[in-house]
């Protein structure tokens, strides 16, 4: 299995920039597509993007395309979240996401196997 460990969230004005990372432990990063979720208060966990086992493909959320940006180095288990001009309604805690599902891009949350503990993100008006 793996550990992921999110960090990099925090207090932003609308328009800002914010740049999450999720370092990952445990079994070959490789092994594993990845992606980034968020949930708001009183919504539905969501999905936001992911990338595939190399980082040769990936896939956003309508809501985010043109502002995010998912990426990966498999040398440094990491995988980043570059989030710019953000807006309140990307207030959310942000959840890094591993899954063995390699030949997919998983956008559903049944998808993913392992789970970060989150990081908040909060964006001021």
Do not use: H
Request: aromatic share 12%; net charge positive; proline share 2%.
């Amino acid at each position: 299995q793996v550990q992921l460990v999110e960090s990099g969230g925090g207090l932003v004005q609308s328009g800002g920039s914010l740049k999450l990372s999720c370092a990952a432990s445990g079994r070959t990063f490789s092994d594993y597509a990845m992606g980034w979720l968020r949930q708001a208060p009183g919504k539905e966990r969501e999905f936001v993007a992911a990338i595939n086992w190399n980082g040769g493909s990936t896939s956003y959320a309508d809501f985010v395309k043109g502002r995010f940006t998912i990426s990966r180095t498999n040398a440094k288990n990491t995988v980043y979240l570059q989030m710019n001009n953000l807006k309140p309604e990307d207030t959310a805690v942000y959840y890094c996401a591993a899954s063995t599902l390699l030949g997919l891009l998983p956008s559903k949350t049944y998808e993913y196997d392992y789970w970060g503990q989150g990081t908040q993100v909060t964006v001021s008006s």
